[in-house]
T-cell receptor, first 116, second 116 residues
Framework: EAGVAQSPRYKIIEKRQSVAFWCNPI?????LYWYQQILGQGPKLLIQ????????DSQLPKDRFSAERLKGVDSTLKIQPAKLEDSAVYLC??????????????FGQGTRLTVV | AQTVTQSQPEMSVQEAETVTLSCTYD???????LFWYKQPPSRQMILVIR??????QNATENRFSVNFQKAAKSFSLKISDSQLGDAAMYFC?????????????FGQGTRLTINP
């Protein structure tokens, strides 16, 4: 079974530029999560989708961050414009079904973003 | 809101010995799940062990076991016969059992070093 795929692995941009990250969850997984992990901290949820609907985006800085999950499969997270404090690892995860018994979330390898 | 606290930023242990990582959490819910994730330098979060709050028996996975104290809201991880490959960041995480609110809430992490 293929895992959660993310790209790119690394990205360096200048502040005020824009950037996009891509995630392909495990096939059949209805729920997709984007987490932000700042160096030295635990991951923090940015947004949670079930299929192509948003379940929780309460901690997403909506003035600069946006995310979409078209057709309930792949997802893209965008930052525009980037700030220095956005430097972090962005982790994507997926789980089978939030209403099901399988509550395990599987993570991708993340994208390390550096804003200079 | 639920919170997870890991009070040990760093721990070290001699190879083949036993180490215990601490975690406490705060919640008013009765239905929830607790997890320990391992994050090696590759950044991918790997599930180590999970515990359902309704189960009194402590979870065990090979060399990994937990001490789940529901009344004290404590969830520690014991690693027996430590191996060099166990070196990583370890995160304790909480997940609500409430439908539609199943995001993972992470602690700050504990960096585990294995001394040969």
């Amino acid at each position: 079974e293929a895992g959660v795929a993310q790209s790119p692995r690394y990205k360096i941009i200048e502040k005020r530029q824009s950037v996009a990250f891509w995630c392909n969850p495990i096939s059949g997984h209805a729920t997709l999560y984007w987490y932000q992990q700042i160096l030295g901290q635990g991951p923090k949820l940015l947004i949670q989708f079930q299929n192509n609907g948003v379940v929780d985006d309460s901690q997403l800085p909506k003035d600069r961050f946006s995310a979409e999950r078209l057709k309930g499969v792949d997802s893209t997270l965008k930052i525009q414009p980037a700030k220095l404090e956005d430097s972090a690892v962005y982790l994507c995860a997926s789980s089978l079904d939030i209403y099901g018994q399988n509550t395990e979330a599987f993570f991708g390898q993340g994208t390390r973003l550096t804003v200079v | 809101a639920q919170t997870v606290t890991q009070s040990q930023p760093e721990m070290s242990v001699q190879e083949a010995e036993t180490v215990t990582l601490s975690c406490t959490y705060d919640t008013s819910e009765s239905d929830y799940y607790l997890f320990w994730y391992k994050q090696p330098p590759s950044r991918q979060m790997i599930l180590v062990i999970r515990q359902e709050a309704y189960k009194q028996q402590n979870a065990t996975e090979n060399r990994f076991s937990v001490n789940f104290q529901k009344a004290a809201k404590s969830f520690s991880l014991k690693i027996s016969d430590s191996q060099l490959g166990d070196a990583a960041m370890y995160f304790c995480a909480y997940r609500s059992g409430v439908q539609g609110a199943q995001k993972l809430v992470f602690g700050q992490g504990t960096r585990l070093t294995i001394n040969p």
